[in-house]
C-alpha cells in the first residue's frame, strides 16, 4: 500500500464493499477499481461537504461522490438538524425540487422518503423547477427547510443537493457545519431512516406540489416588472428574444413570465428546449460562457433578435446577449448585466417615486464596483457580502426582520440576480424579466443596452473586470490549490505588473465583519484590484481581477498586464 491510499480510506472502500446495505451494482462498480490507488483515494478520502452551493460532486460510487447513500445520509443528519430544532407542538415539513440533471429525480425522492422516514412532511414537486421556485416555496409554505438536487451549471457528469434554511436561503455557515456535524455522527447507513413512497404518501407525509404552486411563484415573478403598461402597450410583440433554457429547468416559467408581461416575440432555441442531462449540444451548460450560446446566436441572426437570454440547468443564473455597435452579439458578463439592471431598477423607481430613502444594493465582495457607484448615484446604499448568493440572502432576511434597510437588488459577478423579498436566492426568471424589460425600454428611446453600457462608462468610468482558473482535480488538486493560498498569504507580493500592491486583505481571520474564509484580496495603488479564492463547489482555485481606465482601450490593456502577471505567479506557485 503506497502512501497515496492509506489506511483509512482504503478502509472506507472495503466497508462499502461489505456493507450490507449497499446494493449489488454499487459494489460492482467499486470492485471494478480494485488496485486503482488514485482513483480509490479520490473517492473516499474524504465525505462531501457543505460548500458556497452545499453538496456538490460527481457522481458514482464512494463518501466523495454523490450517489443514493451519500444522498440519504445527508438527508438524515439535515432530518435529525430539523428536529433538534424543533419545539414541542412543531410539525417540520420540507420542500424539495430537483433540475434536470440525470438521477435528479431519484435523489429527489430519496430525500422525500428518508424525511418521511423520520416524521418529517415532505412538500416534492411533480417535476423539474428552477431553483428560486424553491425558495419561494419555502417561504410560501413556512417550511422548516428546502433542498434542491442540482450542480446547477457543472459539466453533466456532476449533480448536487443544496439545503435551505426557513427563511428560503442556502444554509448560512454555522447552521451548515451543524448539519455536517449531525450527519458525521451517523456511523452507519443502518441509521438512515426511510419509508416507502407508498407508506410516505399514505401516511401524508409525501405530497406533491404541482400547478397550483408555479401559479403562485409565476405571479409573484411578474409582480416585479416596472413597465409592463410599456411592454403591453405594444413594444412587447416588437422587440424580439431568442430564449435559451439550455436544456434545464427554466423553458416554462420563463416563457410564462415573459409572456405575462407582454413579450410575445420569443424564440425558443429549439434543440435546447427538451430536458437533457446529458447537456448534449454544449460542452457545459453555463450562460457565462460564449460557447454555451453558438446555437442562440445562430438563431439570433435568423430572426434578428433584440436580446438573446439563457439559463442554467436550474434558473439561478441567467445571461444575456446583446448587439454592440457594429451589429455583433456580445455576451455581457455577470458585472456588465448586474450594473445595467441596477440602473435600470433604480431609475425607475426614482421615476415612479418609489425609491426609498433607506434602500440598499447587496453585492459579493469580488464584484465589480460600478454597480456600487451606480447605486451611489442615486441615494443607495450598497453592501458587500462573501462570495455565495446566501450570504446575500442572509442580509436581506436581516433587514426585513430589523427594517433597518429596503432590499432593492442583490448580484454577484458569476451571473446571480434578485430584486423582490420573494425568495432568497438568485433567480435567474426574474432576471430574465428585467434584462428584457430594461433592454425593451431602452429601445423605445432609441438605444440599445450596449448604448446604455457606454454611457454608464462615460459617466462612472471603464470598469473592466476578469475571471481566471485552474482546475485542480482529486486529492492532489486539494493540496496544489492550498499550496497556491499558502505561498500567496505568506510571501504577498510588493508589486504586481509593475504597479505597488498598497493592501491584502486576508478574509481568513475575518474582514469587515464578514465571517472568516479563505480569500485573499490585494489592492493596487491605481485602484484595480485582484482576488484569490478557492471554488466552494467546483476542484478549482478562482482569481478574479478588477481594473477602472479612462476608456475601453486603456482599460483593457491594464487588464490583462494584471491577468497575466498574476497568472504567471499562480502556475508557479502550484
Known amino acids: 500500500m503506497t502512501n497515496l491510499m492509506n489506511d483509512t480510506v482504503f478502509a472506507k472502500y472495503e466497508a462499502w464493499l461489505n456493507d450490507p446495505l449497499i446494493d449489488a451494482s454499487t459494489k460492482e462498480e467499486l470492485r471494478d477499481i480494485a488496485g486503482q490507488e488514485k482513483e480509490i483515494t479520490d473517492r473516499f478520502y474524504r465525505d462531501l461537504e457543505f460548500g458556497t452551493g452545499g453538496l456538490r460532486g460527481v457522481m458514482g460510487a464512494g463518501t466523495n461522490r454523490l450517489n443514493a447513500y451519500t444522498v440519504g445520509k445527508a438527508t438524515q443528519g439535515l432530518a435529525n438538524w430539523i428536529l433538534a430544532g424543533a419545539e414541542e407542538g412543531d410539525k417540520p415539513s420540507v420542500v424539495i425540487a430537483h433540475d434536470s440533471r440525470n438521477y435528479s429525480p431519484e435523489f429527489a425522492l430519496d430525500a422525500a422518503l428518508v424525511l418521511a422516514g423520520n416524521g418529517i412532511t415532505t412538500y416534492l414537486f411533480e417535476g423539474l423547477r428552477a431553483t428560486p421556485q424553491l425558495s419561494f416555496a419555502v417561504r410560501e409554505l413556512k417550511a422548516s427547510s428546502g433542498i434542491v438536487i442540482t450542480a446547477s451549471h457543472n459539466p453533466p457528469e456532476y449533480n448536487g443537493y443544496k439545503a435551505y434554511g426557513a427563511d428560503g436561503c442556502q444554509l448560512i455557515p454555522e447552521d451548515a457545519e451543524q448539519v455536517i456535524a449531525a450527519i458525521g455522527r451517523i456511523s452507519g447507513f443502518a441509521e438512515v431512516k426511510r419509508l416507502s413512497r407508498e407508506e410516505a404518501e399514505s ?55 415573459l409572456k405575462k408581461v407582454g413579450f410575445s416575440n420569443v424564440h425558443i432555441v429549439p434543440e435546447q428546449e427538451k430536458p437533457d442531462g446529458y447537456f448534449s449540444t454544449v460542452k457545459s451548460p453555463n450562460p457565462e460562457e460564449r460557447e454555451a450560446f453558438t446555437l ?279
Not at 434578428?304 to 458578463?333: C, F, Q
Request: hydrophobic share 40%; glycine share 12%.
Open 203 to 257: 401516511q401524508g407525509l409525501l405530497v406533491w406540489l404541482g400547478e397550483e404552486a408555479d401559479q403562485q411563484y409565476i405571479d409573484t415573478v411578474v409582480e416585479q416588472s416596472l413597465n409592463s403598461e410599456l411592454i403591453k402597450g405594444g413594444i412587447g410583440e416588437k422587440f424580439s428574444v431568442v430564449y435559451t433554457p439550455l436544456h434545464g429547468t427554466g423553458n416554462m416559467p420563463v416563457r410564462e413570465v
Open 296 to 574: 442562440a446566436i445562430n438563431l439570433a441572426q435568423q430572426v434578428g433578435a433584440d436580446i438573446i437570454i439563457g439559463t442554467d440547468p436550474d434558473a439561478d443564473r441567467m445571461g444575456a446577449v446583446v448587439k454592440n455597435n457594429d451589429g455583433e452579439y456580445v455576451v455581457l458578463s455577470g458585472n456588465q448585466s448586474g450594473a445595467l439592471m441596477v440602473h435600470y431598477v433604480l431609475s425607475q423607481l426614482k421615476e415612479r417615486g418609489e425609491l426609498p430613502s433607506n434602500g440598499v444594493v447587496i453585492k459579493t465582495i469580488v464584484t465589480s464596483e460600478l454597480g456600487a457607484v451606480i447605486a451611489h448615484s442615486f441615494g443607495a446604499e450598497v453592501e458587500n457580502t462573501l462570495t455565495g448568493f446566501k450570504y446575500i440572502g442572509e442580509k436581506m432576511t436581516q433587514y426585513e426582520q430589523t427594517g433597518e434597510r429596503s432590499f432593492l437588488f442583490g448580484y454577484e459577478e458569476s451571473y446571480g440576480y434578485l430584486t423582490g423579498t420573494y425568495a432568497r436566492d438568485k433567480d435567474a426568471i426574474v432576471a430574465s424579466l428585467l434584462i428584457c424589460e430594461a433592454a425593451a425600454y431602452y429601445s423605445s428611446q432609441g438605444k440599445t443596452l450596449y448604448d446604455v453600457l457606454l454611457e454608464l462608462y462615460a459617466q462612472f468610468g471603464f470598469y473592466l473586470e476578469g475571471l481566471e482558473s485552474r482546475t485542480l482535480k482529486g486529492f492532489d488538486g486539494v493540496q496544489k490549490i492550498g499550496a497556491i493560498m499558502d505561498d500567496w498569504r505568506q510571501n504577498p507580493p510588493a508589486e504586481i505588473g509593475g504597479i505597488k500592491v498598497e493592501n491584502v486583505l486576508d478574509y481568513a481571520g475575518g474582514h469587515d465583519g464578514l465571517r472568516p474564509e479563505n480569500v485573499l484580496k490585494y489592492l493596487r495603488a491605481d485602484g484595480s484590484w485582484f482576488c484569490l479564492r478557492p471554488s466552494g463547489t467546483e476542484p478549482k482555485i478562482k482569481v478574479y481581477f478588477a481594473v477602472k481606465g479612462e476608456n475601453k482601450e486603456a482599460a483593457a490593456s491594464a487588464l490583462q498586464t494584471l491577468i497575466t502577471a498574476v497568472m504567471e505567479r499562480v502556475d508557479r506557485s502550484e
